[in-house]
């Protein structure tokens, strides 16, 4: 069997978004709009992905390489309508295979649906995707009979009854490869815009004897991005799907509609996520693990059992053994934690390693950046690190050694030793008692 196209329209200009972002690489969970659709149309099955862009678009260009390397990208010079704009993806249609036509800025379309999408193509000369909107005014309307779509009708073309027809066209389309580039070569412009429509189509399918069919999805999965309202709608409708995903795989969110995730947060079985916590993208938590409140993390993996936050800041490159505890106001970055170590308050561990079971006193910092280059600070297996520390990297604290509190640590401290890096205390007897005389001579005032 030939291999599926799709074909990914991303040729928008998106004015409606009030930025300088092209429309398709807006965010929602972390990821552009684009990425969205080519994750989904991956997760289809479709083998060869064929992406059409607007001229002078390298930015999206570029995203497209990052997210698919294997897709190919195309540009549309000419904005002559939808037909037009999969017709510059000729080359790819050519070699054979049924073709899923989709548009890069609905980001919510699952996998599933398009797969089901394309199998329809199999059979049929055209498949189209449509959905039954709370409110249809101004969708073109699918008309169907006897299961066979014989229109789609522009609200601005339908009559009374056919506006009453809840059945509206969601934009995604399947061909069969057997007609797909016969019937998009038909498509004639002749209409007040002097485009394309990829909707006639259905039209000269049905001139040719040739059946066309629907399948439907919801309102949500289908939503199109085009201003900003609608991106924050996505993305709301994208956090309840990935909250709902998070709990039938077993993780405990306490206050569900308070946790922002990413798309590709993972969370394991027995995971517990309090209020407020913030997930960007890269996160994995481990089995067992629980997120404290107003916690944010990125990059990081959390290891079975671990706890974080409240509070806690978990940047790329974190990451945390079984059972290792980051505590409120901490923060870590390119930083591995042991099993069962501790770091339970007010820390920066940046560019560090620390040893299982070693602790970090309140208030310690890994100096490790010189305005220039990083260095690396390695506290060993059971280490302690005494509060209000500063190890100035690179620097290794050894297994079982102790830096006393209020140390500046510029050398190495070895295995099992003592490390102080600190003036010694000077105790002045009588020093208040003269200074206080000293300001009443003055006669400075002051204030309870």
């Known amino acids: 069997m ?35 659709v080519l994750d989904a149309v991956r997760g289809a099955g479709i083998g060869r992905v064929a992406v059409v862009l607007g001229p002078d678009r ?54 599933e649906t398009l797969r089901e999408l394309i199998e329809a193509a199999n059979d049929n000369a055209v498949a189209v995707l449509g959905f039954r909107p709370a409110d249809p005014a101004g969708y073109g309307r699918l008309l169907v009979q006897d299961g066979e779509l014989v229109a789609i009708r522009e609200e601005r073309d339908a009559n009374s009854e056919e506006k009453k027809v809840d059945l509206c066209n969601a934009g995604a389309m399947a061909l069969s490869g057997k007609h797909a580039l016969a019937l998009l070569d038909r498509v004639k412009d002749d209409n007040a815009k002097r485009e394309f429509y990829l909707t006639d189509v259905v039209a000269l399918a049905r001139a040719d004897k040739l059946k066309s069919v629907v399948r439907e999805a919801t309102e949500e999965e289908v939503m ?20 709902e995903q998070a709990m039938k795989a077993g993780a405990t969110l306490v206050a569900p509609e308070t946790v922002h995730f990413a798309a ?22 481990e089995e067992g693990a629980v997120i404290r409140s107003f916690s944010h993390l990125e990059g990081a993996h959390v290891g079975a ?26 923060e870590t970055k390119a930083a591995e934690i042991g099993a069962g170590a501790k770091a339970n308050h007010l820390t920066y561990l940046g560019d560090a390693t620390v040893g299982a079971n070693a602790n970090v006193g309140a208030g310690t910092i890994t100096c490790n950046y010189d305005g220039i280059d990083k260095f690396k600070t390695e506290i060993g297996d059971g280490a302690f690190v005494g509060s209000n520390s500063a190890l100035v990297a690179p620097v290794k604290i050894g297994d079982g050694a102790y830096v006393a509190s209020g140390s500046v640590i510029t050398g190495n401290v070895p295995p099992n030793a003592l490390g102080v890096g600190r003036a010694r205390q000077v105790n002045k007897e009588g020093w208040a008692d003269d200074f206080r005389a000293h300001k009443g001579k003055k006669g400075a005032g002051g204030h309870d």
């Open 2 to 36: 030939p291999e599926r196209i799709a074909i990914v329209l991303a040729a928008g200009e998106g004015t409606r978004m009030a930025s300088n972002t092209p429309k398709v690489l807006h965010r929602i969970g972390g990821r552009t709009l684009l990425a969205h």
């Open 58 to 111: 390298d930015d999206v260009a570029a995203e497209v390489r990052r997210t698919t390397p294997e897709s190919e990208v195309f540009v549309q010079h000419d904005r002559r309508g939808t037909a037009h704009a999969v017709l510059a993806a000729r080359k790819t249609i050519e070699r054979g295979g049924d073709v899923l036509i989709v548009y890069g800025d609905t980001p919510l379309l699952r996998s």
């Open 224 to 243: 199109g991005v085009n201003d900003k309202p609608q991106l924050a709608a996505a993305e709301a409708a994208l956090q309840n799907r990935l909250r």
């Open 264 to 285: 590709d947060t993972r969370l394991a079985r027995d995971v517990v996520v309090e209020p407020y916590v913030v997930f960007g993208p890269g996160v994995v938590v």
């Open 305 to 330: 059992g671990a706890s974080v936050g409240p509070y806690a800041r978990l940047r790329p490159g974190t990451k945390l053994g079984p059972k290792a505890r980051i505590g409120n106001f901490v």
